[in-house]
C-alpha cells in the first residue's frame, strides 16, 4: 500500500531536508505544496523551486505542487488561502501520482 507525506511548504529548506532524511525509506512519494503567496496573502518567492536541486538525491520520491492564492481582502480569505492550497495540492498531488 502506498504511503503519501504532504507538506505545506513556505521557508523551511532545512525541515524539509530533515523530514526528507528521516523518512525516505519509509514513504512511496512525498508531495510538497508551495505557492506565490503566503496564506496571509503576501507574494512571496517559490523557495522549494529555487533550491530544487539542493534535494536531488531525494527527487526520485518526490514531487513540487505549484497552487497560485488569491490576494486577502478580509480575514476569513487567510483561512480560505489555506484550505486551498492544502485541497489543490493533494488534489493535483495525487492526480499524478499512479
Not at 1 to 29: A, G, K, V, W
Amino acid at each position: 500500500m502506498p504511503i503519501y507525506d504532504f507538506s505545506t511548504f513556505n521557508h523551511e529548506l532545512d525541515l524539509l531536508e530533515i523530514r526528507l532524511y528521516e523518512l525516505y525509506d519509509y514513504i512511496t512519494l512525498f508531495l510538497n505544496v508551495e505557492s506565490n503567496m503566503t496564506f496571509s496573502g503576501k507574494a512571496k518567492p517559490l523557495h522549494l523551486k529555487e533550491n530544487w536541486s539542493r534535494f536531488a538525491r531525494y527527487h526520485k520520491k518526490m514531487r513540487r505542487i505549484e497552487v497560485n492564492l488569491e490576494p486577502v481582502n478580509k480575514p476569513m480569505d487567510v483561512w480560505n488561502n489555506e484550505e486551498r492550497m492544502r485541497d489543490e495540492g493533494i488534489r493535483l498531488g495525487l492526480l499524478n501520482s499512479a
